[in-house]
């Protein structure tokens, strides 16, 4: 069974710029969820995909908004980068069943350096 | 104060002893705890999931939930190099709502041969 994938692996942006991150899930797996990455806070939950829906949100201003198509594949969006948005952007998929374990499966992350 | 505390480390020790793993936290409402393993440029690996108190055995991992006193540990027997990595707790609360995990900051593993 293929793992969850991220594209691209690499992200080179400038101030001001946006960025648009993909996500492709473990297959049969509904729930998509975001976490960033960075040495000082280390991971922390930006957000939660379920069935197209965003079921739950973490601290993060709204430059960072996300979606999810019907095949379960999500992107994230960031916009008006700032040099503190540089960081490891990691997505995490499990069928996002409630009421039981649910494990989240990492991809390999996209990583974001923004000058 | 973070919801989840983890030591940093590094944490060095020599091939066969037993690595010492924890983590505290301070939200009640946490039941499930879990650790990854991180290498290098890659993406978080799950390697232990415990709903609530109690032990769990995987092989050479073990992890214990200690709620009452908000404290969770990974034990790790016969280290390999192989296991030197950043390892991470992680917890989240009640399924209803949906999945947050909160993790601790992670400590760094070198195992020396």
């Known amino acids: 069974k293929a793992g969850v994938t991220q594209t691209p692996r690499y992200l080179i942006k400038t101030r001001g710029q946006q960025v648009t991150l993909s996500c492709s899930p473990i297959?049969?797996?509904?729930?998509v969820s975001w976490y960033q990455q960075t040495p000082g806070q280390g991971l922390q939950f930006l957000f939660e995909y379920f069935s197209e829906t965003q079921r739950n949100k973490g601290n993060f201003p709204g430059r960072f908004s996300g979606r999810q198509f019907s095949n379960s594949r999500s992107e994230m969006n960031v916009s008006t980068l700032e040099l503190g948005d540089s960081a490891l952007y990691l997505c995490?998929?499990?069928?996002?069943?409630?009421?039981?374990?649910?494990?989240?499966?990492f991809g390999p992350g996209t990583r974001l350096t923004v000058l | 104060q973070k919801e989840v505390e983890q030591d940093p480390g590094p944490l060095s020790v020599p091939e066969g002893a037993i690595v010492s793993l924890n983590c505290t936290y301070s939200n009640s409402a946490f039941q499930y705890f879990m650790w990854y393993r991180q290498y290098s440029r890659k993406g978080p690996e799950l390697l232990m999931y415990?709903?609530?108190?109690g032990n769990k055995e995987d092989g050479r991992f073990t992890a214990q939930v200690d709620k009452s006193s908000k404290y969770i540990s990974l034990f790790i027997r016969d280290s390999q190099p192989s296991d030197s990595a950043t390892y991470l707790c992680?917890?989240?609360?009640?399924?209803?709502?949906?999945?947050?995990?909160?993790f601790g900051g992670g400590t760094r593993v070198l195992v020396k041969p």
């Open positions: 995490a998929s499990s069928l996002g069943t409630s009421g039981s374990a649910d494990t989240q499966y």
């Open positions: 992680a917890m989240s609360a009640i399924k209803a709502a949906g999945n947050k995990l909160t």
């Open positions: 297959s049969g797996h509904r729930s």
């Open positions: 415990t709903y609530s108190s």
